[in-house]
């Protein structure tokens, strides 16, 4: 007996370094290749650089709706490993992707510990392939390491409940206070962290309600610490950004009264079609045959309705059992409120919002494809054998690594040195004209030259124009292109000029610029 238990675990723990070793690989093979390097990554490495060269901050980047501000932990995150990389963007997305390892090995734990061993390895190996996680996972760029955040501070929560420790209350606070400075939507983490304590132990007297609100206080003291860096901004300032949020969710046109129902539709369809089976977003459509897309279609509503009918079922049975009912209450919350929540949100739903959510699916496909090999014996693993072999290869059909990587980070530092080689070492300013980037991962490597450009100020500030030098050079990302008369203000602010020089590098097309000499 004690032999088949050692082999047992054995074979468990060679499992699971498999997947992990499998996901290892799929997010670093020639990560440098395939990372984003763009305007929100060159933003996030000019201020970590700063933050290495002395220049603390309590601020974080912004986010991308509602223009207000994230705590600035992510950039304290990255900053050893950019320092570690010699300040090589490669540095930080080798950090999302340990995160991501992690995140592989905690789920492979919650499925061992909230179903069975197999579910866990059935859950982690899916989540360690699947297309949509890897491209999250190995870019620096702080939603990516939202999934890791959320399932420990749940995992936490879940293990204070159990075991009813109050250090394990104020712990899963502090994760919470990481996680809304990572993303604002970790918000709908914190309603399934509140209906949990609500529901978990519920019953209609006085001590569940003090022993609950004593679960509150704990967790919102752990909270504050772990949003603290964040906090201090907000004290100095008079709490503006988070009136600015207050004034957001209640005012704003793309929060508010009124359910966008098809929004629950369309995020169910992304966490078991996307994730799960790598289905196509609808704008992809065309790239592929009707008949494939009607058998995707198919294989989504299967997947998604045994997976949350059965999990839907053993919450059902749990209810006489404590401990399982502590589980699946959990899944069931994280479930209902993090994908109702969606409902109130009247604007586009991208991939990387539900990072929140992402274990979640593949923990319940894992349970169903967990239970049929146990219960229904030979028969029941023939069929999950096939089903995963179907799903791990059509997953590794998407993956990146199958086709060239975008080399943006190379494109960036070619395209910066180009510019710089062209300037004979005297100032310059400096502007692209793009469709929604930004000129920050150019601005990194002129850092990283010490060739700052020149920022040119408005009249009010610089009404002598000192800040506009004798030479502008402009990037186009958009082609067609010409800069002169453009009317945003880094070359508007440069005055009539005229182009003298205009050459091809590698994806863009760069432009000089002096100042129009009246010929």
Request: proline fraction near 4%.
């Amino acid at each position: 007996m004690q032999t088949i238990k050692k082999i047992s675990k054995s074979w468990e723990v060679l499992s699971i370094t498999g997947i992990i070793l499998l996901g290892a690989f799929l997010r670093l093979y020639k990560i440098k290749d395939y990372i984003v390097f763009l305007g929100d990554e060159g933003r996030d490495a000019l201020v970590v650089y700063n933050i290495l060269h002395g220049n603390l901050t309590l601020l974080g980047p912004t986010s991308s709706v509602g223009g207000f501000f994230l705590g600035p932990i992510y950039y304290y995150f990255m900053a050893p490993f950019l320092f570690l990389s010699r300040y090589d963007p490669v540095g930080p997305a080798v950090m999302v992707v340990l995160f991501g390892l992690l995140t592989i090995y905690l789920i492979y734990r919650i499925g061992k510990e909230f179903f069975s061993t197999n579910a866990g390895l059935i859950s982690a190996l899916l989540y360690a392939v699947s297309p949509i996680v890897i491209i999250y996972s190995r870019s620096s760029w702080n939603p990516n390491v939202f999934p890791f955040f959320t399932l420990s501070s749940l995992l936490v929560l879940y293990k204070a409940v159990s075991k009813n420790k109050w250090w394990l209350f104020v712990l899963s606070g502090i994760l919470m206070g990481v996680n809304l400075q990572i993303h604002y939507l970790a918000t709908f983490v914190g309603a399934i962290m509140f209906f949990y304590i609500l529901l978990v132990d519920f019953r209609p007297r006085v001590s569940w309600i003090i022993e609950s609100l004593k679960r509150y206080f704990l967790m919102f003291a752990g909270f504050l610490i772990g949003f603290s860096p964040f906090l201090l901004f907000e004290l100095r300032h008079q709490f503006a950004n988070t009136m600015h949020i207050i004034d957001f969710i209640f005012n704003s046109p793309e929060t508010g009264a009124g359910m966008q129902i098809e929004n629950i539709k369309f995020v169910i369809e992304r966490l078991f079609g996307g994730l799960v089976i790598s289905f196509p977003l609808f704008a992809n459509f065309k790239n592929f045959d009707l008949n494939i897309i009607n058998i995707w279609l198919f294989a989504v509503f299967i997947i998604a309705s045994i997976s949350i009918g059965f999990f839907v079922w053993m919450f059902l049975k749990s209810m006489g059992n404590k401990n399982n009912y502590q589980k699946y209450l959990l899944l069931l919350i994280w479930l209902v409120v993090g994908v109702g929540l969606f409902a109130f949100y009247k604007k586009s739903i991208y991939d990387y919002y539900l990072g929140f959510l992402y274990p979640l699916p593949f923990l319940l496909v894992g349970l169903v494809l967990g239970s049929v090999w146990e219960q229904l014996k030979n028969i029941g693993k023939v069929v999950v054998v096939i089903v995963l072999t179907v799903l791990v290869l059509i997953s590794l059909n998407f993956t990146q690594i199958r086709v060239p990587g975008n080399q943006q980070v190379n494109q960036m530092k070619s395209i910066s040195d180009f510019v710089l080689s062209k300037t004979n070492n005297e100032p310059f300013n400096f502007a692209i004209i793009t469709a929604g980037n930004s000129d920050h991962a150019y601005r990194y490597f002129f850092r990283l030259e010490n060739r700052d450009p020149v920022i040119i100020q408005y009249p009010g500030i610089d009404p002598d124009r000192k800040t506009v030098t004798n030479q502008l050079f402009v990037v186009c990302e958009s082609v067609p292109c010409s800069p002169p008369g453009t009317s945003q203000w880094e070359i508007a602010g440069f005055g009539q000029a005229e182009v003298v020089a205009h050459w091809k590098v590698n994806v863009v097309e760069v432009y000089k610029l002096v100042h129009y000499q009246g010929k």
